[in-house]
Structures are given as structure tokens and as C-alpha cells.
């Protein structure tokens, strides 16, 4: 299993975009499973999930590891996936939920540490605007270390996007000054 896959194909993300397809993900995370045990953690029929598991194979996100008897056990590809389309239509709808979601989850954690969030709403906008902006901006970059099959181990990962968020830092300033202003760190 690598640590960390890059997506940046319209099409594999598109495929992530389907509900239970991402929750075979999660679940695969938490250890290896047989179409059976997907079947009953999602609450779906194992046609459907077979299926799904083997567009997910195809798309090689996930890989079958081992046989138990008559049943194959499948395994993430990777620890960790970073999502990282260039925007596309078939994929707008999606990579919006997702960064709304992501912006969500950020502002959760702050207010979980205690720190005063002045108004929600904003703090909301400002950070899916921010979220967006790294994304796109950073596509070049990412999509290059993509197809030059590098492996990136989880903490390269981390550095590496602290990198591109700092190469953009300039550009978002007034961004981070209204995010202090809504905020008291």
C-alpha cells in the first residue's frame, strides 16, 4: 500500500463523487473487508457493492489483497488520497460540496479548541474562498508531481502543501486579515 495517491483525473474523481463509493473508502480505511462486510456496513446489496468495488479497483483506489475461502479481501491503494481535479464540469458539483464541507470541518475544529469565532457565517465563506483559491492555484503543481509517479510519503504530503500554501500566501492577505478579524487565535 503507497502512503498518499494523488488524484487529478476528472474521471476517478467523478468517480469518488458517488455516495457509496466513498463510503467503501472510509470504511477500507478503518481495515480490509470482503464484499460481504461492505455490504453490511453500508447497508447494501453485495451486486451493488461488488460493482462499486470494482470501479473503484479499476480506477486503482483500491486492491484486492488476500482470498478468505471463497471471498476476496480488498484493501485501500493508499493510506491517504488527495484530491487535487483540475476544475471541471462534471466535477463542479462535487469539488464544491467538498470544499464546503472541508470549510465546515475547519471551522468546527477551531471552535472545538476554544477559540471565539465572531461570526460563523463569514468565517465560512472566507475559508471556502481561501480553500478554493489554494486549490486551483496549486493544480500545476500538483498535477505534475502526479504524473511523475512519485511516491510522497503522508508528512512529504504535509510539507508540500504548507510550500504551496506559503507561495500563495501574498495573494491571500487581505483574506487572512479578515480571517483574524472574525477569529480571536
Known amino acids: ?7 487529478t483525473d476528472p474521471e476517478v474523481v467523478k468517480l469518488l463523487s458517488d455516495p ?55 484493501a485501500r491503494a493508499a493510506r491517504l488520497f488527495l484530491v487535487k481535479a483540475d476544475p471541471h464540469e462534471s466535477i463542479e458539483e462535487f469539488r464544491e460540496a467538498y470544499i464546503q464541507i472541508e470549510a465546515e470541518k475547519l471551522v468546527n475544529v477551531l471552535e472545538k479548541a476554544g477559540f471565539k469565532v465572531k461570526d460563523r457565517k463569514k468565517l465560512l465563506e472566507l475559508a471556502s ?15 505534475r508531481l502526479s504524473e511523475s509517479g512519485i511516491d510522497l510519503s503522508e508528512i512529504e504530503l504535509f510539507h508540500l502543501l504548507n510550500m504551496l500554501v506559503f507561495l500563495q500566501s501574498c495573494e ?6 479578515e480571517v483574524k478579524k472574525l477569529v480571536e487565535f
Request: net charge positive.
Open 1 to 7: 500500500m503507497k502512503e498518499v495517491i494523488i488524484i
Open 20 to 74: 457509496t463509493r466513498f463510503k467503501i473508502l472510509q470504511f477500507l480505511r478503518a481495515r480490509p473487508m470482503t464484499i460481504n462486510e461492505l455490504s453490511d456496513a453500508t447497508s447494501k446489496d453485495r451486486t451493488t457493492i461488488y460493482r462499486h468495488v470494482k470501479a473503484l479497483e479499476k480506477a486503482g483506489l483500491i486492491e484486492e489483497i488476500e482470498n478468505r475461502g471463497n471471498e476476496k479481501v480488498y
Open 129 to 143: 474562498e481561501v480553500m478554493n483559491a489554494i486549490e486551483v492555484n496549486s493544480q500545476p503543481v500538483i498535477k
Open 172 to 177: 491571500l492577505c487581505e483574506k487572512a486579515k
